[in-house]
């Protein structure tokens, strides 16, 4: 099986929190052959890490060895560079669904998927206004 995962739910691989018990499930389900990332998750797992840092849940110590074991792991995925195609893209999904509160690191995320979509069977959000924006784009949301 091959995943497209945004930020929220690759988090869930290093940190446990609400909604790692069902990735857990999946990963153990299914064979998985390939994870796409959008290159902004990197950038978005260290600020996503920092945060807990900052708010408790973990130490700094706790932090770079969250920290390592991803940059560790980077070869394992399969980073999708943030070029002028997903940028476009971005755009007209903001335009297609701002209103409904698409903003900008999602639309790089949801313009990812859509660029992944026909190499991929599916994509993981743990943020549900994003899990509503790739199911509208018809990208497979579950197994």
């Known amino acids: 099986m091959k995943l497209f995962l945004d930020t929220s739910t690759l988090i869930k691989l290093y940190f446990k929190e609400e909604g790692t018990i069902e990735l857990d499930k999946v990963l153990a389900n299914y064979t998985i052959t390939?994870?796409?990332?959008?290159?902004?998750?990197?950038?978005?797992?260290?600020?996503?890490?920092?945060?807990?840092?900052?708010?408790?849940?973990?130490?700094?110590?706790?932090?770079?060895?969250?920290?390592?074991a991803f940059i560790a792991d980077e070869e394992k995925y399969t980073f999708i560079p943030i070029e002028a195609e997903i940028i476009n893209l971005a755009k007209s999904l903001i335009e297609k669904h701002g209103i409904e509160g698409l903003r900008t690191l999602d639309a790089i995320q949801l313009a990812t998927a859509c660029i992944v979509s026909q190499s991929i069977d599916i994509a993981l959000t743990n943020d549900k206004l994003l899990n509503l924006f790739l199911v509208s784009e018809n990208i497979k949301t579950s197994v």
């Not at 959008?38 to 920290?67: C, P």
Request: without cysteine; glycine residues 2%; proline residues 0%.
């Open 34 to 68: 390939k994870i796409f990332l959008s290159e902004v998750s990197k950038v978005e797992f260290f600020s996503a890490i920092y945060k807990k840092a900052r708010t408790g849940s973990l130490t700094l110590q706790n932090v770079h060895d969250i920290l390592d």
